[in-house]
């Protein structure tokens, strides 16, 4: 299909039609930071009501699906592409089902790409099972292209020195590879098959990019990433191969205000932190071990003298912890 010129909104674009082509004539090499994308998952998606016995009513038309018999080509031209426009150090996220697992690995492994982590976004209320489990959780893949630093904002959503009420580290909670949050439901509104809820597409960008970043949607569907790119204050490229489904929701994308979600997020609590990644000396590693044992026979509890021992010797407890588990 021919391809239109971007619709243009500030420093952002949207493209209606394949997402090969129009991110050949519209992105060039190594410009895109972060990719965040959602492809059609190869199961007949026009007719997911069969599955989820949910009303389609308010679902807008025009989801284009793709055949499973050309779903691993599909897979690997769109992933070819999306290594050529990122940067050295960028990064791509998928959002996969396990159907074509398979292929969406063999076309990211066949790409001058990393892997990162292997994340598994567990939702409630799967799809009801009678005679097997339920199935209720996706895969993130989140790869990178070498050759360059890559954006990951430690700190973007906890600080390391933040704990919950039993003395976790609410940064190492917020940071393991099994994210569970709950899909967005619109009932009596517009919407698309399938929507990744703003959640989890804010915490992919607050880690993974930086306000100015270019952040692109390949498959851009209803607008999900786009909108939270967007409002975070990064530019965005999206393409969408269907007609009808970027008549009805570029508009909306367009009155998108950018910055707008920044005042609602939530502030880490940062606490500085001198000496971390700086080797221990002979004698600073007998001065820790020996001022645990005081204030362990002082009486106080294992996590308060951790506490101290962070603000005294300048490091993280995480390393602190580690450095007195050593023989």
Same mark, same amino acid.
């Given at each position: 299909?021919? *391809? !239109?010129?971007?619709?243009?909104?500030?420093?952002?674009?949207?493209?209606?039609?394949?997402?090969?082509?129009?991110?050949?004539?519209?992105?060039?090499?190594?410009?895109?930071?972060?990719?965040?994308?959602?492809?059609?998952?190869? @199961?007949?998606?026009?007719?997911?009501?069969?599955? /989820?016995? +949910?009303?389609?009513?308010?679902?807008?038309?025009? /989801?284009?699906?793709?055949?499973?018999?050309?779903? #691993?080509?599909?897979?690997? !031209?769109?992933?070819?592409?999306? #290594?050529?426009?990122?940067?050295?150090?960028?990064?791509?996220?998928?959002?996969?089902?396990?159907?074509?697992? $398979? %292929?969406?690995? &063999?076309?990211?492994?066949?790409?001058?790409?990393?892997?990162?982590?292997?994340?598994?976004?567990? /939702?409630?209320?799967?799809?009801?099972?009678?005679?097997?489990?339920?199935?209720?959780?996706?895969?993130?893949?989140?790869?990178?292209?070498?050759? &360059?630093?890559?954006?990951?904002?430690?700190?973007?959503?906890?600080?390391?020195?933040?704990?919950?009420?039993?003395?976790?580290?609410?940064?190492?909670?917020?940071?393991?590879?099994?994210?569970? *949050?709950?899909? %967005? $439901?619109?009932?009596?509104?517009?919407?698309? +098959?399938?929507?990744?809820?703003?959640?989890?597409?804010?915490?992919?960008?607050?880690?993974?990019?930086?306000?100015?970043?270019?952040?692109?949607?390949?498959?851009?569907?209803?607008?999900?990433?786009?909108?939270? !790119? @967007?409002?975070?204050?990064?530019?965005?490229? &999206?393409?969408?191969?269907?007609?009808? @489904?970027?008549?009805?929701?570029?508009?909306?994308?367009?009155? *998108?205000?950018?910055?707008?979600?920044?005042?609602?997020?939530?502030?880490?609590?940062?606490?500085?932190?001198?000496?971390?990644?700086?080797?221990?000396?002979?004698?600073?590693?007998?001065?820790?071990? =020996?001022?645990?044992?005081?204030?362990?026979?002082?009486?106080?509890?294992? &996590?308060?003298?951790?506490?101290?021992?962070?603000?005294?010797?300048?490091?993280?407890?995480?390393? @602190? =912890?580690?450095?007195?588990?050593?023989?």
């Amino acid at each position: 299909m021919a *391809i !239109a010129d971007p619709v243009r909104c500030g420093e952002s674009f949207f493209v209606n039609g394949d997402c090969v082509e129009g991110a050949r004539r519209f992105l060039g090499d190594g410009t895109v930071d972060l990719i965040v994308t959602d492809p059609p998952y190869g @199961i007949d998606g026009d007719r997911l009501d069969r599955h /989820y016995n +949910r009303d389609e009513s308010h679902v807008v038309d025009g /989801y284009v699906e793709i055949a499973a018999a050309e779903y #691993a080509a599909f897979t690997r !031209a769109w992933v070819a592409e999306a #290594a050529r426009v990122l940067r050295p150090g960028g990064a791509l996220f998928v959002v996969s089902g396990y159907t074509h697992l $398979y %292929e969406v690995l &063999g076309a990211l492994r066949a790409a001058p790409l990393v892997e990162v982590n292997h994340i598994v976004w567990k /939702y409630p209320f799967g799809v009801w099972t009678m005679r097997k489990f339920v199935s209720s959780h996706y895969h993130v893949l989140y790869w990178a292209r070498p050759g &360059g630093a890559r954006t990951f904002n430690l700190e973007a959503r906890y600080g390391l020195a933040e704990q919950n009420e039993d003395g976790g580290s609410l940064n190492y909670l917020d940071r393991e590879d099994v994210w569970t *949050i709950g899909r %967005e $439901y619109k009932p009596g509104r517009a919407k698309n +098959r399938n929507e990744l809820p703003r959640p989890l597409l804010e915490k992919v960008i607050q880690y993974a990019s930086n306000e100015g970043d270019l952040v692109c949607d390949l498959f851009l569907g209803g607008g999900s990433t786009a909108r939270a !790119a @967007i409002g975070l204050g990064r530019r965005f490229a &999206g393409f969408e191969v269907s007609d009808a @489904i970027f008549r009805a929701r570029v508009p909306e994308l367009a009155a *998108i205000v950018p910055r707008e979600r920044l005042a609602a997020l939530r502030r880490p609590v940062l606490a500085p932190v001198p000496n971390r990644g700086r080797a221990w000396s002979p004698s600073e590693d007998a001065a820790l071990r =020996e001022t645990y044992a005081l204030l362990r026979n002082d009486g106080l509890g294992k &996590g308060e003298a951790v506490a101290r021992l962070c603000a005294e010797f300048g490091r993280g407890r995480f390393a @602190i =912890e580690k450095r007195l588990k050593r023989a």
